[in-house]
């Protein structure tokens, strides 16, 4: 068999084809040539000689044996085989002229080249100039003028040691010449000091420095060392191929030494064993392999151990533990490497109980293990998930006083990231540090994936800020945990910073990354972010991400397209992307590219971290499409996230309708193109802050309200009279140019002076009660729907009192009455806030309903496209149902705000229901928890109902006496606006005919102290909750007239 010919070589073949004598000659004149001998060329072997590397090829013109015969030495287990009691002989001569001589024998003398002590590995960094290093070494005299002056031999001094070499070498200036200084002292010593210095010269990094060596005496400069060319050097020579890969040269020096008659023995094939495996070459490793057991050459346990990481290197676990079991029927005991290697086998196979089996088949044999098997060990428990199991391998290797190291470390947070226990490894990190062990970068991506799991963005973020401060670099699989842990704790604007610092890096996002994103971007609910993320999804698809796929084997009747998602997020994107490109295509050529049915299939790839349940991304993919009313099916499919088909007509009909468009809108980002991200995420900072800031102002309110001293509640007004008072502040505000908020915040004032109590801290002889009697309850409906305005509404949109005197039919007199008898019942605090004001807060925090300014009076205010998307237009109708609802009279405005939002997306396919970001400003869990689910039930019971209506105004009650300002006249001067000064002066106002307002105290009554009077400065700054300016020109509570 000719090992190493085209067959087995692939795209070594060019090298395996010397098979003449012309060849041969060629390569002895090589091997007779004066060279640099550096890996890259210029030595004795460049490529000007057509080298033999088939070990029959280069024999044939050097008179030796033509098979293979041996190939030797081999790094495994850091010993160096040498022979014991002398160099030997060698016999067949040296190469000189380009013709094989017959040279005499070369015996070899009493070993000399012996390490002394320890001093081997003495240290030349730092160390003297060369010239200096050439004097101390002893055995060499004369100048050495950068190192290129021959040295003589000086008898009388003893011969240096391969210490002596090994520091002078090192301490060599890098690029001048070391070869021909040293070579006079080479040659004193034998084979195996040489061998040794060689393999010492791989280790500590100069490797190339040990080339340079080889090369001079192989190419006859060096004049006679024939007898340092032996078994020793030749097989050291190939183990520091192994180091720089060099296969090429591994593979000549193994013709090599065919051609000079030597014989390759054990350690010969383990080394090029180990170079092949090092070099990528796995078939060609097994070739070798297989040749030396042809040649009769009993593998070794290096040999064997060599052709375990064959096995890892390619995931054959089987045939590693194949190997274990030929180990023991040769009768050679295992060593605790061996074991190791076939564990780590295990793991990197998926097969990490048989990698603890061959734990336990070690600890019978008596093989004690070492930290590398308790890591190996710790790293298979966490692989099953057996974390606990991973800490008991941990604790039993800190009692026997084994060292722990940063892989130790690592493989138990990678455990705990496994099983999500972000508290372990943050736990484990620590004392990792407290034992000086410093991580790395691997260990700091197994701890932010940990922080991920567990949702605690802010432990991943401080993570990755000190891996920076310790100058560990961040890579792709760092950014991806942190990105991914920004997704799970929701936050969008930190997720696309890393994305962009990321990329400014030059890390490639992984699929992983851009599902987290798109993911993140879309579950926070915010419309801007949302149209981020489409972008994201097109910078992504470039990159090969995100491709649709076209099924053109199906059924010809069926257009049928695919793609791999793993996030909900990114299924929507693409989703809205796909039926955007599909109605383009379709509007540029004809519906009969639909043909018949359309299918779309979510499909699922290979585990991914950030990987979501099938059931949400079919809920998600389910719920935008049925609030869109789209006519797509919606299904589970085997080994798919979910199956989408439409019968084409249908869905052609869809794509042109407006129910379309805000889909459409969302997908094509036409305002997230105009902005960077920079100003993209600046800008919703600033919004989440000033909606933080006014739902804080909402909690005090809340907080207030729940106090029992000097509060007291108001029961529920009368069904009949609720609906009623409702409709008709409804109709005057919408007459009067208010926003439906202030409507809903009267009816609020309204029950709450209702229920104040008779006598002396009620508005007259009745209490509240009188307030409500008819027909006084409608004027004093319209004070509370001024006293309401003054709270909230822009200055330049509160109506006079001649106009709000016009729309109610109460003469402005008697509506300052009513002011003041509504004060005085709620006891100074007109602090009111409805879950329709919040709600709407809610909604812009989504930027999906920004605040405008008000149209002027009587004009319709027109909604934005985003505010038509997110259906906000219906929310009226929502707050409506919860304001009729006696049961939800009692219950936080926020919370009940916030459920109505809930209804309100689920009910036009806005996915997720309860967005993060609405989770991240109120606190609520959204359906999870059973408060909330509890008022979405109660307003699910009559939505359907309350959406088809359209507000109608309350059929009007009869007056006790007409309008003083019939509507036709003309309304008063913009100054003289509800509660300016124009305005004041009741007594002036009133008018003979006009209904008696409810008795008002004589005198005006200062604020009440305590909550009361906090509740009351509270009045003032609720006025922010219109998010647009909103400082009334109204009184205060102290000020009433």
Not at 882 to 890: M, N
Request: aromatic letters at 6%.
């Amino acid at each position: 068999m000719l090992l190493l010919s085209s067959p087995h070589m692939g795209s070594l073949e060019a090298a395996a084809l010397l098979a003449s004598s012309h060849e041969a000659n060629m390569l002895a004149g090589s091997l007779a040539g004066v060279g640099g001998g550096s890996f890259g060329g210029g030595g004795p072997l460049s490529s000007s000689a057509w080298v033999a590397t088939s070990f029959g090829a280069a024999s044939r013109g050097l008179g030796s044996h033509a098979d293979l015969a041996s190939l030797g030495g081999s790094a495994h287990g850091g010993s160096h085989y040498h022979a014991g009691g002398g160099s030997g002989s060698v016999h067949g001569g040296s190469v000189h002229g380009g013709s094989p001589q017959g040279g005499p024998q070369f015996h070899g003398g009493a070993p000399s080249g012996s390490f002394h002590g320890g001093g081997l590995y003495a240290a030349a960094a730092g160390g003297p100039s060369l010239a200096g290093a050439l004097q101390s070494l002893g055995a060499f005299s004369g100048p050495a003028a950068g190192g290129n002056d021959m040295l003589q031999h000086t008898a009388a001094r003893p011969p240096p040691s391969v210490e002596d070499l090994l520091s002078f070498i090192a301490a060599s200036p890098p690029g001048a010449p070391v070869a021909p200084a040293v070579a006079p002292a080479l040659r004193q010593l034998d084979s195996s000091a040489v061998a040794a210095l060689l393999k010492e010269l791989g280790r500590q990094g100069l490797a190339t420095r040990a080339v340079e060596v080889f090369d001079h005496l192989r190419s006859g400069a060096a004049g006679d060392a024939s007898h340092l060319l032996d078994i020793y050097t030749y097989t050291t020579a190939i183990s520091v191929c192994s180091s720089s890969q060099q296969l090429q040269r591994a593979l000549e020096l193994a013709a090599e030494m065919r051609g000079r008659g030597i014989s390759c023995n054990v350690h010969t094939y383990s080394a090029l064993m180990n170079v092949c495996i090092k070099s990528n070459e796995v078939q060609l490793a097994q070739e070798v392999y297989k040749q030396m057991l042809e040649e009769g050459c009993t593998p070794n346990l290096v040999t064997f151990n060599t052709l375990i990481d064959l096995y890892v290197k390619t995931g054959q676990w089987q045939e590693a533990i194949g190997v274990l079991d030929t180990l023991e029927q040769h009768g050679i005991q295992p060593e605790v490497r061996t074991y190791n290697t076939i564990i780590t086998a295990c793991n990197k196979s998926g097969r990490p109980e048989e990698g603890l089996a061959i734990y336990e088949r070690m600890v019978r044999t008596g093989v004690k293990p070492s930290a590398t098997t308790y890591t190996a060990l710790i790293s298979a428990y966490g692989k099953q998930g057996r974390v606990e199991a991973a800490m008991g391998i941990f604790a039993d290797m800190v009692a026997r006083g084994c060292e722990r190291n940063v892989i130790t470390y690592s493989s138990l947070i990678s455990a705990a990231e496994k099983a999500g226990r972000a508290d372990l490894a943050l736990q484990l990190f620590d004392r990792m540090q407290q034992e000086g062990c410093r991580p790395n970068v691997v260990t700091y991506n197994s701890l932010i994936a940990a922080c991920s799991h567990g949702a605690h963005w802010e432990d991943a973020e401080r993570c990755f800020h000190q891996m920076q401060s310790q100058g560990c670099a961040p890579d792709g699989i760092t950014y991806s945990a942190l990105v991914t842990a920004y997704d799970r704790g929701g936050q969008w604007r930190r997720a696309l910073g890393a994305y962009a610092q990321m990329s400014a890096r030059g890390c490639h996002p992984d699929s992983a990354v851009y599902n987290a994103l798109l993911g993140v971007c879309w579950s926070c609910g915010v419309s801007s972010a949302q149209m981020r993320a489409s972008l994201i999804w097109s910078a992504a698809n470039r990159s090969g991400h995100f491709r649709i796929y076209h099924q053109s084997r199906s059924d010809a009747a069926v257009l049928h397209h695919s793609c791999v998602v793993f996030t909900a997020g990114a299924a929507l994107v693409t989703l809205l992307r796909w039926l955007v490109d599909i109605r383009h295509r379709m509007m540029r050529d004809g519906q009969a590219l639909l043909r018949d049915r359309v299918v779309f299939v979510f499909q699922k790839g290979k585990a991914c971290r950030v990987e979501q349940p099938a059931e949400v991304i079919r809920e998600a993919v389910a719920t935008v499409l049925a609030g869109a009313g789209s006519p797509f099916d919606v299904a589970a499919a085997d080994g798919a996230a979910a199956r989408i088909e439409a019968e084409a007509g249908a869905l052609a009909g869809w794509l042109r309708s407006p129910a379309f468009a805000p889909l459409a809108f969302v997908a094509h980002a036409a305002g997230a193109k105009r902005a960077s991200l920079e100003a993209l995420i600046s800008e919703d900072a600033a919004l989440e802050a000033r909606c933080a800031d006014a739902l804080g102002l909402v909690r005090s309110y809340e907080q207030l309200r729940s106090l029992g001293a000097g509060q007291q509640r108001a029961a529920p007004l009368d069904a009949s009279l609720r609906r009623a008072a409702l409709d008709a502040a409804l109709e005057w505000a919408a007459r009067l140019g208010l926003k439906p908020d202030t409507a809903h915040d009267a009816l609020a004032l309204l029950q709450r002076a209702g229920g104040a109590p008779g006598g002396g801290g009620g508005g007259g002889a009745g209490g509240g009660a009188a307030l409500l009697a008819a027909p006084a309850w409608r004027l004093t409906l319209a004070a509370c729907l001024v006293l309401g305005a003054r709270q909230a509404e822009y200055p330049g949109a509160l109506p006079g009192y001649d106009s709000v005197a016009a729309v109610t039919g109460y003469q402005p007199d008697a509506i300052a009455a009513a002011e003041q008898s509504v004060f005085v019942c709620c006891g100074g605090d007109l602090g009111v806030i409805s879950p329709l004001r919040v709600a709407n807060l809610l909604i812009e925090r989504l930027g999906a309903g920004a605040a405008q300014q008000p149209a002027p009076l009587g004009a319709a205010q027109g909604p934005d496209p985003r505010c038509a998307a997110a259906g906000a237009g219906e929310l009226p109708a929502i707050a409506r149902r919860a304001a009729l609802s006696p049961a939800l009279d009692r219950l936080a405005p926020s919370l009940v705000a916030a459920a109505a939002v809930a209804v309100l997306r689920r009910r036009h396919g806005q996915w997720p229901v309860w967005p993060g970001a609405l989770e991240a400003l109120t606190g609520y869990r959204g359906p999870a928890a059973a408060d909330f689910a509890g008022v979405m039930s109660e307003l699910d019971a009559g939505a359907a109902a309350e959406a088809q209506e359209q507000q109608p105004a309350a059929p009007r009650a009869a007056s006790a006496s007409p309008p003083l300002v019939p509507p036709q006249q003309p309304r008063s001067p913009p100054g003289q606006q509800v509660g300016g000064p124009a305005s004041a002066g009741p007594a002036s106002r009133r008018g003979s005919g006009d209904a008696p307002a409810p008795a008002a105290p004589q005198a005006r009554s200062p604020p009440p102290a305590g909550p009361a009077a906090e509740a009351g400065g509270l009045s003032a700054a609720l006025r922010a909750l219109g998010l647009g300016g909103g400082a009334g020109g109204g009184l205060g509570a102290a000020e009433l007239p």
